[in-house]
């Protein structure tokens, strides 16, 4: 018996990188998972890889647009029309396209306001409607980011957007935790994935960078752990989070960041 056996579980983004990592780790501790992303092909490979291990009664996957609340609806009742119901949701999809503070668009910030943003309250709303109907409480987890704790002059709307992720964890806190719903949330530091390796690339582009892995090496230097974080350093507090043994927690974000910032 894992951690989180019994439990049916969504993580959206798990097509690569914390995502997928956070959606293996619940599997390996017993738990359902719908893999779910806007990359349909990819999202069905990383799910069909999984399947194999697991079966198809643990495994399933949904292409889904979070900011589409239709679509994040159909991901929800093909949940539970798989699985019979939903326990834990962790929206988790999000996007950075960085621009130089003074250059930043309306484009750039409505694109990630609206994925990261507005992405994470439908994606509560609708889970939180899932839950409140099955009667039996559950778990929504939120990925912010040290990013939510500071901010940054070439990431400013990705900072805006993740400091919008803790305030609307802890707003859904407050107002779920009548239906025996928890809303928490993560914030991991830099983390070696391929969301990291554009973001490098995209640094470069706007001058903010002049060559690759310079930025990481910039961003990391003071984190007290010596070295930035893989996507298993983050999924243990992840499924903690899962779990019944954090069943008491709600309206926090947990810190994954290394020591990178201290607050």
Known sequence: MGRVSGRSCIVTGAA????????EALLE???SVCFADINGDRVFEVANLNRKTYGDKKVTHAQVDVTDRSAVRA???????????????????GVNRPMNFMEVTEDNWNFIMGINGLGCMIGMQ??????????????????????????????APYCASKFAVVSLTQSGARDLAKHDITV???APGV????MWEQVDQDLMEIGAAERPGQAMEEFSAEILRGRVAKPQDIVG???????????YMTGQ?????GGMTLV
């Open 16 to 23: 690569q990188g914390i995502g997928r990592a956070i959606a």
């Open 253 to 257: 974000i947990v810190m994954i960041d």
């Open 237 to 247: 507090t992840t499924t903690f989070l899962a779990a019944p043994e954090s069943d």
């Open 184 to 186: 928490t949330g993560f």
């Open 29 to 31: 501790e017993g738990a």
């Open 126 to 155: 609708e889970a939180a409607r899932q839950m409140i109907a099955q009667g039996t409480g559950g778990k929504i987890i939120n990925t912010a980011s040290i990013a939510s704790r500071q901010g940054f002059d070439n990431v």
């Open 75 to 93: 991901m929800i009742d093909h949940t539970v029309a798989t699985f019979g119901k939903l326990d834990v949701n962790f929206n988790n999809a």
């Open 191 to 194: 983390v070696a994935t391929e």
